[in-house]
Structures are given as structure tokens and as C-alpha cells.
């Protein structure tokens, strides 16, 4: 696979950052900025530029109100696109739970599909093992479909993700896909309730997570609601909210980033990395 090593300094070991192209009319952050096929490239190439690692695709908004995509507009969206890049040598990876947009995307050569329903059609397994795709379990407190405005426990969040892997991940590995192709990730924001508290909580304990199921973990904070609650900031200023969010994440063994504004992660760790190198020539 096409992903660039990186040094492993004591202390944190950068992840892969994955950088958000969305390909949408109506994404929270950046909808319609991207939706032509020139559009996307353009910046899925600048984001490669700054460091990305992995460039995601993604056809379709999940935050609460979106509007819902079919499956043949988001292949319509996708085909240009995930071509050129393909052709180009860029690992992609495709974010929809519709399993016609992920057959599309694995023939189309995606390296990684991400599932914000976290795979949940038993009907598609035997094609997902066979695909060869890297696949990102996803949480939600929802289960199907998008976010949605619901408040939650975060105690209970906790225990249902831990309760919600451990079946999802036997229920793929029974059905053929190695474990070594499996990544998950547990949600934020709205994902996983209206308030900050059970984002807060599942940052803070990411290395429980690890330890739990011995997979790569993906997570994004980039630029989430529970951010833009906990500091009272709006859309344009949560940079800096986001950066402190993905910098912990980084520090609690996050595998993989998948961020808005890759150029910015990527000289955070360098400083970080740098500062923790230093540590080691003592006084």
C-alpha cells in the first residue's frame, strides 16, 4: 500500500492523516466547494501536498439534516474523481454505508471503504472479503443512517461501543475478512449524542479502545459540533479547538487522522515530535 512512512519518536507516533475531500451539496463544512470532478482533485492533490497519507472521498453529508444521496448519485459523483486519483497512485478511500457505492469504489481501486453504519449488511460480507479493501468499522449511537440530534449518557455510550465492536468485528472476521484489514473507529460528535460529554469521554480513553480489540483506530475530530459546544466557537474559528482535539488523539496512539486541514496537523507533529526528540538529549 502507497502510505508513506513516519519516524516514531518516544512519546507519540504520528498517524496516518486522512484528508477530507467532500463531494456534497450539503457537508457542514464545505458543501458544494468540491462537487465538481475538478474541483475535488484539485484539492484532494493540495491536501496530498500538505501530507495526507490517505485522501477520502465523500459523496454523501451525515451530520443531522442531511439530505439523503442514492446510490447512483454517488457513484456519479465518485467516477471521475476516484479515477484520477486512482490513476495517479493516490491511496483513496471511500466514505458511504450504501453497498452499490461500495462495490463501485473497490472496482474503482479504493485501498479503504468507511462505513458510517459500520457494515451493517450481512447480505454484502462475502463481497467486502473478497474485495481486498481496508475497511473502517464506524460507531454511532444511531446504527443506521445519519447523525441525528439525541442526547446520551456517555457511560452508556462507552459500553455500547465496546459491546458494538466486539459483534461487528466477530460477525466480518466470520464471514472472511482478516483482522488485519479491519479499522474502527468510534464516532464524535453527533454520533454519538448532542452534547460534548461522550466525545469528551471516548477521546480520553482511546487507548482503552486499543487495548480492547488490537486494531488500528481512525478517529475525527475535525471540526465537530461537540468542539464548536465545549469552546462556544463558530465553523471558521474551531482550527484551533480541532488541532488540541487531533494533537490528544495522536498522543493516546490514534492509527489514522482523518482531518479537514492536513497542512496544519502535520506541522503540529512535527513540532510535537520535534519537542519529544529533544527530551532525549537531556539537559
Known amino acids: 500500500m502507497d502510505e508513506r ?3 516514531s519518536p ?3 507516533r504520528r498517524p496516518s492523516l486522512v484528508g477530507i475531500v467532500n463531494i456534497t451539496t450539503d457537508s457542514f463544512s464545505d458543501g458544494s466547494r468540491f462537487l465538481t470532478a475538478r474541483a475535488a482533485v484539485t484539492h484532494a492533490r493540495r491536501l496530498r501536498s500538505d501530507g495526507a497519507d490517505v485522501i477520502e472521498l465523500g459523496p454523501a453529508a451525515s451530520h443531522p439534516g442531511a439530505r439523503r444521496v442514492t446510490a447512483d448519485e454517488e457513484t456519479g459523483r ?3 474523481v476516484i479515477d484520477q486519483l486512482v490513476a495517479e497512485g493516490v491511496p483513496v478511500s471511500v466514505d458511504s454505508f450504501q453497498p452499490a457505492t461500495q462495490r463501485f469504489a473497490a472496482a474503482r481501486g479504493a485501498l479503504y471503504l468507511n462505513d458510517i453504519q459500520g457494515f451493517a449488511e450481512p447480505a454484502a460480507y462475502e463481497e467486502l472479503a473478497a ?3 481496508r475497511l473502517v468499522v464506524m460507531h454511532s449511537v444511531q446504527r443506521r443512517g445519519p447523525a441525528t440530534e439525541v442526547r446520551t449518557d456517555p457511560t452508556e455510550v462507552c459500553r455500547g461501543i465496546e459491546e458494538f465492536f466486539a459483534e461487528r468485528l466477530g460477525a466480518l472476521e466470520a464471514a472472511g475478512v482478516r483482522r488485519d484489514r479491519l479499522v474502527i473507529d468510534p464516532g464524535l460528535g453527533h454520533f454519538l449524542g448532542s452534547g460534548p460529554e461522550p466525545s469528551l469521554r471516548t477521546l480520553a480513553h482511546l487507548e482503552r479502545l486499543k487495548a480492547r480489540f488490537d486494531v488500528p483506530v481512525l478517529v475525527s475530530p475535525s471540526r465537530k459540533s461537540f468542539l464548536r459546544t465545549l469552546t462556544g466557537s463558530a465553523l471558521p474559528e474551531i482550527g484551533p ?3 488540541a482535539a487531533e494533537l490528544y488523539a495522536a ?3 490514534a492509527d489514522y487522522i482523518r482531518t479537514h486541514d492536513v497542512a496544519a496537523l ?3 507533529l512535527t513540532v510535537f515530535e520535534a519537542l519529544e526528540l529533544a527530551k532525549e538529549g537531556g539537559w
Open 5 to 7: 512512512s513516519h519516524p
Open 10 to 12: 518516544v512519546g507519540i
Open 78 to 80: 465518485l467516477a471521475d
Open 131 to 133: 474485495s481486498g479493501c
Open 241 to 243: 479547538a480541532t488541532l
Open 251 to 253: 498522543r493516546s496512539g
Open 266 to 268: 502535520r506541522d503540529a
